[in-house]
């Protein structure tokens, strides 16, 4: 089983782990970059689109309907640059593995 696979597939029972996508999305020479809104999770700071993968869901598919669901930008040529296992200060005990893309979009008109 290949890297991917298993962070796709792997079971979902253990509650220590939080599985997610981002994605860094480019429209001819430029790049979208969202600011995390008040009240979120390091609010302020820059970020690329994502969010978390659904138990039914692909990491492909995680990252267009996240996508979409903050921007309505709608997203296509998805490429794996890996995945990325992190541990936070603020929550030590829970592992992060965030499955990091590339991808495209026609339109940068973004609807938040």
């Known amino acids: 089983m290949n890297l991917i696979t298993k962070f796709l597939y792997e079971s979902t029972t253990n509650t220590d ?3 997610s996508v981002k994605g860094i999305i480019k429209c001819g020479v430029k790049y979208l970059i969202l600011r995390r809104g008040i009240g979120s999770k390091g ?3 820059w970020d690329f689109s994502g969010g978390h993968i659904k138990e039914d869901e ?3 598919e995680a990252l267009r309907r996240e996508t ?3 921007t309505t930008v709608k997203i296509d040529n998805l490429k794996s640059l890996g995945i990325k296992e992190l541990e936070f200060k603020d929550d030590p005990n829970v592992k992060h593995k965030i499955h990091f ?3 495209e979009t026609d339109s940068m008109e973004v609807y938040l």
């Open 43 to 45: 609010e302020g700071m």
């Open 58 to 60: 692909t990491a492909e």
């Open 68 to 70: 979409f669901e903050e």
């Open 17 to 19: 782990t939080n599985k």
């Open 101 to 103: 893309f590339t991808c």
